[in-house]
């Protein structure tokens, strides 16, 4: 158990929905980052927030938005939903942004789009 | 743009055997870190080992160590006296050291024969 939770572990949506996903990360760590792994495209970073702040991007969607609040954990909002974002959202978290830092990744968030 | 490619999609090795698994990257940054992370059938990502580009001591962890030929950009995990419980995909992964946009190879799905 890495420390980082996820929920729910499960979704299961319509083309077109809108859902959230939340992450809360390990007790200490300020920095918040978000993954999609899916088939096609593999493991990829989305975005990382850091104590608050939107940090790094990566390769997000404009339909994606992702925040973290005055408590530390982080939603990804993912709108206007296509089959092809049916895919496994990782969260992970470490102490601060910078330089040797381990990711600890959380139990992921697999999200289904019919 | 630094990529990272692993080779081998899919490996096997018999228990208490040692086995390797291969890892390139391409980058034109000398300061960076390098990541093994295994993914069993629980999804769950964890870090297996790390390498920070500056050391040349290859890093080891108990029965996993890693070949890092920085001229080379390799880096291939062994695994030794290999385990049931060693089979997953395991992922290779880098980050140079002002980003934490953290990038993976896709994988290689590793097989243990009892």
């Known amino acids: 158990d890495s420390g980082v939770t996820q929920t729910p572990k499960h979704l299961i949506t319509a083309t077109g929905q809108r859902v959230t996903l939340r992450c809360s990360p390990r007790?200490?760590?300020?920095?918040v980052y978000w993954y999609q792994q899916s088939l096609d495209q593999g493991l990829q970073f989305l975005i990382q927030?850091?104590?608050?702040?939107?940090?790094a991007k990566g390769n997000i969607l404009e339909r994606f938005s992702a925040q973290q609040f005055p408590d530390l954990h982080s939603e990804l909002n993912l709108s206007s939903l296509e089959l092809g974002d049916s895919a496994l959202y990782f969260c992970?978290?470490?102490?601060?942004?910078?330089?040797?830092?381990?990711?600890?990744f959380g139990p992921g968030t697999r999200l289904t789009v019919l | 743009a630094q990529t990272v490619t692993q080779s081998q999609p899919e490996m096997s090795v018999q228990e208490a055997e040692t086995v390797t698994l291969s890892c390139t990257y391409d980058?034109?940054?000398?300061?960076?870190?390098l990541f093994w992370y295994k993914q069993p059938p629980s999804r769950q990502m964890i870090l297996v080992i790390r390498?920070?580009?500056?050391?040349?001591q290859n890093a080891t962890e108990n029965r996993f160590s890693v070949n890092f030929q920085k001229a080379a950009k390799s880096f291939s995990l062994k695994i030794s006296d290999s385990q049931l419980g060693d089979a997953a995909m395991y992922f290779c992964?880098?980050?140079?050291?002002?980003?934490?946009?953290?990038?993976f190879g896709a994988g290689t799905r590793l097989t243990v024969k009892p």
């Open positions: 007790s200490g760590d300020l920095s």
């Open positions: 992970a978290s470490s102490v601060d942004g910078g330089r040797m830092n381990e990711q600890f």
């Open positions: 927030y850091y104590n608050g702040e939107e940090r």
């Open positions: 390498q920070e580009a500056y050391k040349q």
């Open positions: 980058t034109s940054e000398s300061d960076y870190y």
């Open positions: 992964a880098y980050r140079r050291t002002r980003s934490n946009d953290m990038r």
